[in-house]
């Protein structure tokens, strides 16, 4: 069983930074990725970035590249989101998941991930 626990967040005023991460219990096994998913209230969940431990890729959404970085944490299970340039539209519940997305094409489907945290506010204000 792999429990995953969130940190950060907060809220800032628009062009601010944050920086949330996601540190799992137990090592998932195998080739598995870890990544953040945020959901606004009245919207569906969306993707937002997603690192492969296999090759080390990194994912973005296109709202979030160039402005959001995502990293692991040395060797640990633990993925790290840093969050600049903060836009209103950015406010949401921000999710770690991890699990076994079956490639690159489908490392955005939540579908993919097997374990997920509780979540974490993320506020944004103009």
């Known amino acids: 069983q792999v429990e995953l626990v969130e940190s950060g967040g907060g809220s800032v005023q628009a062009g601010g930074s944050l920086r949330l991460s996601c540190a799992a219990s137990?090592?998932?096994?195998?080739?598995?990725?870890m990544g953040w998913f945020r959901q606004a209230p009245g919207k569906e969940r969306e993707f937002v970035a997603a690192?492969?431990?296999?090759?080390?890729?990194?994912y973005y959404a296109d709202s979030v590249k160039g402005r959001f970085t995502i990293s692991r944490d040395n060797d640990k299970p633990t993925v790290i989101l840093e969050m600049n340039g903060l836009k209103p539209e950015d406010t949401a519940v921000y999710s770690c998941a991890a699990g076994y997305p079956p490639g690159p094409l489908r490392i955005s489907y939540p579908a993919g991930y097997i374990y997920w945290g509780h979540g974490t506010q993320v506020t944004v204000s103009s």
């Open positions: 137990g090592r998932p096994f195998g080739e598995y990725a």
């Open positions: 690192f492969r431990w296999r090759d080390r890729g990194t």
